[in-house]
């Protein structure tokens, strides 16, 4: 496989601000790589320094084989985080007008159908609620079949009906060869259509790969989550002669007993040990660990250290090393103290 | 297709987008009828007396037309590179073919055929409202063309020098009215003092101003340009400004952040 897009120890500042931090990855051909991270993490610059309309301070960016500003325009489709066309021209005429500024380009009718506005192709741009606009942006980025495709957000806003169309539009150009780097903050999202995924935290990629490998690394064991009436002691429940006997950690967390690495299977017995200790309660979950698990875990880690910092005055350190994505779909390297 | 159909696609929306804006259609040819009706009154009222407007009437057809060859550009070009950035519109942009210079162009066409409807209307107001006798030469369309094409090149680099709509709203208001009154439009040179000189040849619109004067009222006596045709010279003159600007607008634009 080749790498369409790449970045080798990028660098960024806004003055006094660290955007990007020694971040280097690699999308192969055909790959849907997505981007997740808090806000400000640096997402957005990255897909600036990628697609050639932000200059990094130092490192390289490679697009095609070639430096960003000199790709081939017509290979590339790019939706900018807060796009806003023209407000008075239709949707159709937006998608019309996108697609005259190639030499060849996909018919614009089809387009707004592929993004599900065919209804509202005669509507002005300004007069569209908010998903649907999102949609015809989205559409500007198709308009020339590219070859890479950037996508910064790009379902932020469009009901959830409307983000099944454009993440089926995403699959359905993924499967043609399209190569796909979209940023996220809907973890279903990332993991429904990236092959990998890479988490950006305070500018520095502070893990990567596929998303089964993020959540076997990151993301814990599978917990039941047992939410007691208001009456009932935690501390108290959890330490109990019976709970303590059972083979599973049990900890009080947030008002909740937490039984780590249960399977389904485990539910049944665990349930019966809770009755015959008299435990009340008002609601029972059991979930598998997931993205957002791995989010949470290595994010907010990142922000809560950042937090930590601040509060006693301390600069902000940076990662000793920088983390690489490659194309294999493993995980490389783990941020200091994010785990 | 290729340049040509960019710049196309570029005019296309560009056109759509304003005639849909009604007030802004409306001002822009209002404004003009407003200032034929208090200027030609006012000079109407003496018209060979002293003051400022003594001239006959055709002496400040110039005047006229600079006010939507200048101020059409600058506040028109000014607020859509501001409203293009706010929108991200020319991160967008940056990666697509369409060149900086292109999209210059495409919005230096909607604004020639802007300011050519206004200035037709301003020429048959003109004539109507204030009597003016004045000649009518086809250098005064490639006049008002090179002259959009000008003023669209500073308005561009007000837009991207300026941080937000209103700034360059105000900065072309600022700059685009010394330059109105200091160009040999409604006010000549012997009128002002001295020193102003220099600055009245530093302005694009001093050559507007003349070569017009000179193709639409010879008895005015423009003086010639070493030896050559005012009419011609000055077009001259303000072509190369028009290169120059053009070039300088375009390069303004912003392509990164």
């Not at chain 1, 959830?160 to 399209?178: M, N, Q, Y």
């Not at chain 1, 950042?306 to 994505?325: K, L, Y």
């Not at chain 2, 000649?135 to 837009?159: E, Q, R, T």
């Not at chain 2, 010394?178 to 439009?185: A, G, I, Q």
Request: aromatic residues 8%; glycine residues 10%.
């Amino acid at each position: 496989m080749n790498a369409v897009v790449e970045a080798t120890d990028l660098h960024k500042t806004y003055g006094e601000t660290v955007a990007l931090e020694s971040v280097s990855l690699a999308v192969d051909d055909g790959e849907v790589f997505a981007l997740i991270g808090p806000n400000g993490a640096g997402k957005t610059t990255l897909v600036r320094a990628l697609t050639g309309t932000t200059v990094p301070n130092s490192g390289t960016a490679h697009l095609l084989d070639e430096s960003p500003t000199a790709v081939d325009r017509s290979r590339l489709g790019v939706l900018p985080q807060e796009f806003s066309p023209p407000a008075r021209l239709t949707a159709q005429e937006l998608l019309e007008y996108y697609a005259g500024l190639y030499d060849e380009s996909r018919d614009p009718e089809t387009v707004l159908a592929d993004v599900g506005l065919v209804e509202a192709g005669d509507t002005w741009y300004e007069n569209l609620s908010g998903g649907q606009k999102r949609r015809v942006c989205v559409g500007s980025a198709l308009v020339n079949d590219p070859d890479v495709l950037f996508l910064d957000e790009p379902t932020t806003g469009i009901d959830p009906a409307g983000r099944r169309t454009v993440w089926r539009l995403i699959e359905d150009l993924a499967a043609g060869g399209t190569t796909v780097v979209l940023t996220t903050h809907d973890m279903a999202e990332a993991e429904r259509l990236a092959d990998r995924v890479g988490l950006l935290a305070d500018g520095s990629l502070v893990a990567s790969g596929t998303p089964a490998a993020l959540v076997a690394e990151h993301g814990g064991s599978s917990r039941l989550t047992v939410e007691p009436t208001a009456e009932t002691t935690l501390d108290e429940v959890a330490s109990s002669g019976t709970l303590s006997a059972l083979e599973y950690a049990v900890e009080s967390r947030d008002g909740t007993l937490v039984f780590e690495d249960v399977s389904p299977a485990d539910i049944g017995p665990i349930v019966d040990v809770l009755e015959d200790e008299g435990l009340e309660y008002t609601s029972i979950s059991w979930a598998e660990p997931d993205l957002e698990t791995v989010y949470l875990e290595l994010a907010d880690g990142e922000e809560r250290a950042q937090t930590d910092r601040r509060s006693i005055g301390v600069e902000p350190a940076r990662a000793e090393a920088s983390t690489t994505a490659d194309s294999t779909g493993t995980q490389e390297a783990n941020p200091e103290g994010s785990q | 297709m290729s340049r040509l159909g960019r710049v196309r696609a570029q005019t296309s929306a560009g056109w759509r987008s304003f005639v849909r804006r009604r007030t802004a259609v409306f001002f822009t040819f209002f404004f003009p009828v407003i200032l034929i009706a208090i200027f030609g009154a006012l000079i109407q009222t003496d018209p060979t007396g002293g003051g400022l407007f003594a001239e006959p009437a055709a002496y400040y057809v110039p005047g006229y037309l600079a006010v939507v060859v200048l101020f059409t550009p600058f506040s028109r070009l000014g607020s859509e590179v501001a409203r293009h950035r706010e929108g991200n519109r020319f991160e967008k942009l940056a990666t697509t073919p369409v060149t900086r210079g292109e999209w210059l162009l495409g919005q230096t066409v909607v604004n020639a055929a802007i300011i050519a409807l206004a200035s037709l209307l301003i020429l048959v107001l003109v004539v109507a409202l204030t009597g003016a006798e004045i000649v009518f030469s086809p250098l005064v369309v490639a006049y008002i063309l090179v002259g959009v094409v000008c003023f669209c090149g500073i308005g561009a680099m007000l837009g991207s020098y300026t941080d937000s709509q209103d700034g360059a709203v105000a900065a072309s208001n600022a700059i685009g009215l010394p330059l109105l009154f200091l160009s040999e439009t409604f006010i000549a040179l012997e009128q002002l003092p001295g020193w102003f000189e220099p600055f009245v040849n530093l302005s694009p619109l001093t050559y507007f101003s003349r070569g017009i004067r000179a193709a639409t009222y010879p008895d005015a006596g423009t003086p010639a340009v070493f030896g050559v045709d005012p009419a011609l010279a000055n077009l001259g003159i303000l072509a190369v400004l028009a290169v120059v600007t053009f070039v300088l607008g375009a390069r303004s634009i912003p392509r990164t952040d």
